[in-house]
């Protein structure tokens, strides 16, 4: 089994998910290096900790790409919009 890629920061701080870091149980990046879980809500929501991941990952041109898994250490996001900040082209 490939190893899951956690979220180590996230400087999207609208989003629901983050409370102190990544609380989304899995986090999907899309087709374009962005995550898709991004959910800007009056609201803080997710699991008690901030011990997101990344579930799947969609950009098949990213290097960390295997099967639709990100095989990236970690996985960073950016604050406007979610850019995966750890994609990179292969």
């Not at 899951?4 to 609208?14: D, F, L």
């Not at 898709?36 to 790409?65: K, M, P, S, Y």
């Not at 898994?69 to 082209?89: D, I, K």
């Amino acid at each position: 089994m490939t190893a899951i890629a956690p979220v180590t920061t996230c400087a999207t701080t609208a989003c629901a998910f983050n409370n102190g870091g990544c609380t989304a149980f899995a986090v999907t990046v899309g087709s374009k290096p962005v995550c898709q879980t991004l959910a800007v809500l009056d609201a803080r929501a997710g699991l008690a900790e901030a011990n997101g991941q990344v579930g799947a990952c969609q950009c098949i041109e990213c290097v960390h790409n295997k099967d639709l898994m990100c095989t990236a250490e970690s996985v960073s996001f950016g604050a406007e919009g979610a850019p995966c900040l750890s994609y990179e082209v292969a």
